[in-house]
């Protein structure tokens, strides 16, 4: 909002005070798609608020401004009624704060969608004597199953999948490990509070082979033959987990290629990891 | 919850009150993590929820529950403030309603996470005359650049990538198009939100070729020859788009392998999607 936008605001809103008191508009930075993000860090008594916001809307609304953002702390819990009566909806959520947003336009709300995804791991990690690292769980699906699974666990938002891969094998079963490939990767709906999985299938190469489990989530921890893993009856009835364990049969046969890594800048500057066939790439620049 | 425990709260509980109104304690499901999770969905006077939440935290903490959730919808906005006055903080937010977790061990919270990535794609579609289908967006971070680039989008909750990306070619160009391969994917951090993002690098096969373009988004949409787009200068220049466009030149000197999909069967019975190197899976079989 540029400043003499802003002075005209407080001029037509002086019409509106009722008790002497100059309505302030709430401070709002514009986003690149036509809207306004207000970041309310400040505590604000609940009808200075409501009448701050009533008067921002009407002159967002003059402005044609698309979506209108409101970012308010947790401690500000006080005011989250107050904008939903105002016609806001959530939007998500994280937890020290919650983000409203409102669409003003009478055309259909582009507004972008929240987080749809939560993305997980499963740890391939085999030596030298063909013997893959596998856990059993105390809790969750498999707790109590007796089924002899790869590690697995949650990629953290900010962590890249290869880092959060060598992590969980290290805190599952204190082996130190290398990542080496993606061989696979699932993508399933309706998971956990509804959201979308990616589930990515990773090869790793252990640096270390005395295992030292962690005991609160894990029941037990081993170094088993590939081939007794695969055979687990478990894994042969189960659609999914017979081609998962197919494809690391053909990996540990050294003839599939996986997905490596690679470093690369972003147009803004930013360093990515990219995932792709790294020994096509490679084969393809010595022909 | 079991009824006798309830019973027995209800009778304690009777102990505190203060009009002659007996506090009920909140509806709770158990979940599988030796904690609970209360739903509401009818209005509740606000006193009345606050004295329920404060008897049924006093309840669930000797019961040594682990997390709390509560899961209110938009229309009990009003009650938001009261959970969070009783320790609650967010958990995460759709439109319709807002998540609070309250962790009551004093060991520390292992509540999951909120879903951590945004899932986007990039359409790499190539006609048998080597030309790639190309637009220039109106808005965003390339909108006014010049830019030719492939159409992009971001993939729904409970979409599969697969579809997501004949979607969006449909959507911006006009053009039908069948899945081949996911190429290549990038995780990047801190975007959108804070979130991580996960960008999946595409290969479709056109069905049709007139392009009839969205006037929204969309400021051109063509035909181009893919050695043309490689080699804009915006494309040489930047690490990431050079390497991409560098496995898409690959992939279509046919040399290149990218994750092709099959369905398989989830052990809850779901048919999920897995992408994995189809290729090098059929040449093993046949070795």
Redesign the interface.
């Known amino acids: 909002m540029t400043t003499s936008a802003l002075g005209t605001s407080v001029a037509q809103l002086s019409l509106q005070e009722d008790e002497g008191r100059e309505i302030k508009l709430l401070n709002a930075k514009e986003d690149?798609?036509g809207g306004v993000i207000v970041e309310l860090e400040e505590a604000m008594e609940p009808n200075a608020f409501a009448a701050s916001l009533k008067a921002s809307m009407d002159h967002w609304r003059k402005q044609e401004k698309n979506g209108v953002w409101i970012q308010l702390p947790?401690k500000l819990?006080?005011l989250?009624?107050i904008a939903?009566?105002e016609g806001f909806?959530?939007?998500?959520?994280?937890?020290?704060?919650?983000?409203l947003a409102c669409w003003l336009p009478s055309r259909p709300d582009t507004l972008?969608?929240?987080?749809?995804?939560?993305?997980g791991i499963g740890a391939f990690v085999i030596n030298d004597q063909r013997e893959v690292l596998v856990v059993q769980e105390k809790?969750?699906?498999f707790g109590g199953s007796g089924v002899w699974k790869f590690p697995t666990g949650?990629?953290?938002?900010?962590?890249?999948?290869c880092d959060a891969t060598i992590r969980e094998v290290k805190e599952e079963t204190g082996i130190d490990a290398e990542f080496v490939e993606v061989?696979?990767?699932?993508?399933?709906?309706?998971g956990?509070?509804?959201?979308?999985d990616?589930f990515f299938v990773c090869m790793l190469k252990p640096l270390s082979s005395e295992i030292q489990k962690q005991d609160t989530e894990i029941e037990a921890a081993k170094w088993m033959p590939l081939d007794e893993y695969v055979n687990q009856p478990?894994i042969q009835k189960?659609?999914?987990?017979k081609?998962?364990a197919?494809?690391c049969l053909?990996k540990s046969?050294s003839?599939?290629?996986?997905?490596s890594l690679?470093s690369?800048?972003?147009?803004?500057g930013?360093t990515?990891?990219?995932?792709?066939?790294g020994h096509?790439?490679n084969?393809?620049s010595l022909?």
């Open positions: 690149r798609y947790l819990s006080s989250v009624d939903v009566q909806r959530y939007h998500h959520a994280e937890p020290d704060y919650l983000m972008p969608a929240n987080a749809s995804h939560q993305v809790s969750g699906a949650v990629v953290d938002e900010g962590e890249d999948i061989l696979a990767f699932r993508q399933s709906h309706k956990f509070f509804g959201k979308s990616l478990f189960h659609g999914q987990f081609q998962i197919d494809i053909n046969n003839h599939y290629s996986g997905f690679q690369a800048k972003s147009s803004s930013k990515n990891i990219i995932y792709f066939n096509d790439m084969r393809q022909d």
